[in-house]
Structure formats: C-alpha cells, structure tokens
C-alpha cells in the first residue's frame, strides 16, 4: 500500500462550541486527483455517508473498502485518508463530533455506560452497511434537513439526533471487544480534558493535570499527545482560541478584554496564538467574518 505517511492535522477547532458540539458538511464531493493529500487526522469524531461513489479510506496500516449507501466513523486523532475508485466521483455528508462535550451538555453520567461510549468512539475506523444502520442513516438525514432549515429550536433537535446515533453505534458494536489498554489509557486523561474545559482561562499548569490523571508529567505528555493528536499545552491554546472566535463574534468585548478572560496574561501572546491558528489579527478576523455576515449563533 503505497500511501504518503506525512501527518497533518485538519482541525476546525473553532468552529465546534460546547452548546453545539458539532460541523455539519453536506454534499461534499471528493475525485481521486483531490484525495492525494497526506494522511490527515481530526481532531473530532468524524460519522460520514457516502452518498455516491466508492472507494477505500486508508489508515498506516489497513485499508478498509466503502460504497454508496455506507456509513463511516473515523475515531478523533485517526490518521486515515480517503480514495475514491478509478478516479471517479464520491459525494459525502459528514458530522464532526465533540464526544465529551455532547456528553456534558446531557449530564451524562460518568460510568461504565459513558465509558463504553467513549470507547467505542475512539475505535479506530468502522464500515456500516445501509440496511443494518437504516436507523443511523434516518438520523443523518433529519440532521440535515434540520440544519438546513435552521427553524425553532433545531440546534436542540440535532443535538438530540447525536446522541441517539452513538447509541446505535454502540448497539450494534456492542459484542465487539475493544482492546482495555489503549482506551483504559484514554479514558484516564478525561480528567485533565474536562479540567481544561472548565478551567480555560486560568493558568493551567501541566504537572496539576498530570497528577490529576495519576500519571507522571512525562508519561502524561507522552500519553496525551499520543490521544489527542495535540500537546496538553496545544491543547489548551485550541480550546482558548476557539471561545476567543466565539467572543469575537457573538460580543462587542475589546480584544484585551477577550484575552483576558480566555487566560493570556497578554495581548501580544494572545494575538500571536490566534494568528497562529486562524492566520489573521483577532480584530482583523472579527471585521472580515462580520462583513461576510458570518455569525456562529
């Protein structure tokens, strides 16, 4: 299997909030000569629909086929990337999924049930047939119709579709062993992502989540790098940056205010952090995103 192994990551960070976990992509069209990129990973759950066409997503070690109709779940921080076959056209509907704060915004229990989902989440890459995942597949498309038509209450709705899909996932997955080393791992660094939700825009330092994990602060960085796909300290940045975007565009707050209460001592390192993941000045990307008639609410 000849495929480029240079990693990179695709994560639109800043476009997912806590109240609406979630980047919904419809009628996305992929061909052969638009698939060569380097192997690639999300940072998110990635639930996929192949509306037309066929082909193999590849990881660095397996390859796994899909045609129309299939339903795919990418786990987050999987290097995969998409072939379609014989250079045709494939026409996708994706979700990107933020498990854990889908999980919060419903008080989801911590437990074996939560444990269970989060587990079969960061799996690895799994096929569904149509007719098996007719019920997924139902839920994919009043998704769709849901965010098109951007009517009532339909943030709420498609929140709830979320949930009830990774319910049948785990339904149908739910006589799969999955491996208790890696994910008991993964599990053991929810802590120290939960802490850093809440506690963004205080000064983390990494030897607290560390010990909050029970981990040593080298095992630690080893260990989250390696299920996050991001250092804890990057991790941190993506997360302040994203609620920077939302106070961009959602407040009339000044940039140093903003800064402050996503917990940058300074306005320069506040600037720089951001340019470095949006490639613009704050103020500058408030003023383009307010002109196109962007707005994230």
Not at 146 to 157: A, F, I, R, V
Request: glycine content about 4%.
């Amino acid at each position: 299997m000849n495929v480029k192994k240079t990693k990179y990551l695709d994560d639109p960070i800043y476009k997912i909030y806590p109240d609406f976990p979630v980047l919904i992509l419809d009628n996305y069209e992929w061909s052969e000569s638009e698939t060569t990129d380097p192997m690639h990973f999300h940072y998110y759950l990635e639930i996929g629909r192949c509306n037309r066409g066929e082909g193999r997503i590849l990881t660095e070690k397996n390859e796994f086929a899909y045609r129309s109709g299939n339903i795919t779940m990418i786990s987050p921080n999987l290097l995969h990337s998409t072939r379609t076959l014989d250079n045709t056209v494939t026409n996708w509907s994706y979700l990107f999924i933020d498990i854990e704060d889908l999980l919060n915004i419903f008080h989801f229990p911590v437990g074996r049930n939560r444990e269970r989902l989060m587990e079969i989440c960061c799996s690895g890459i799994h096929i569904f047939e149509d007719h098996p995942a007719e019920r997924i597949n139902h839920l994919l498309t009043e998704i769709h119709v849901l965010n098109t038509s951007k009517e009532g209450m339909y943030k709420m709705q498609i929140i709830t579709c979320l949930l009830q899909i990774l319910m049948e996932i785990s339904n149908m997955m739910h006589k799969e062993t999955i491996p208790a080393e890696k994910n008991g791992e993964e599990i053991q660094i929810l802590p120290a992502v939960d802490y850093i939700y809440t506690h963004y825009m205080e000064h983390i330092k990494i030897k607290t989540l560390a010990e909050m994990c029970h981990f040593s602060e080298s095992y630690f960085r080893k260990i989250f790098l390696k299920y996050k796909g991001l250092a804890p300290l990057e991790y941190l940045n993506c997360i302040r940056i994203r609620e920077a975007a939302r106070m961009l565009l959602q407040t009339n707050l000044p940039i140093r205010i903003i800064s402050e209460r996503c917990g940058y001592q300074a306005v320069s390192s506040f600037e720089r952090n951001f340019t470095k993941r949006m490639g613009i000045l704050p103020g500058k990307w408030r003023d383009e995103q307010r002109k196109s008639g962007f707005n994230y609410r």
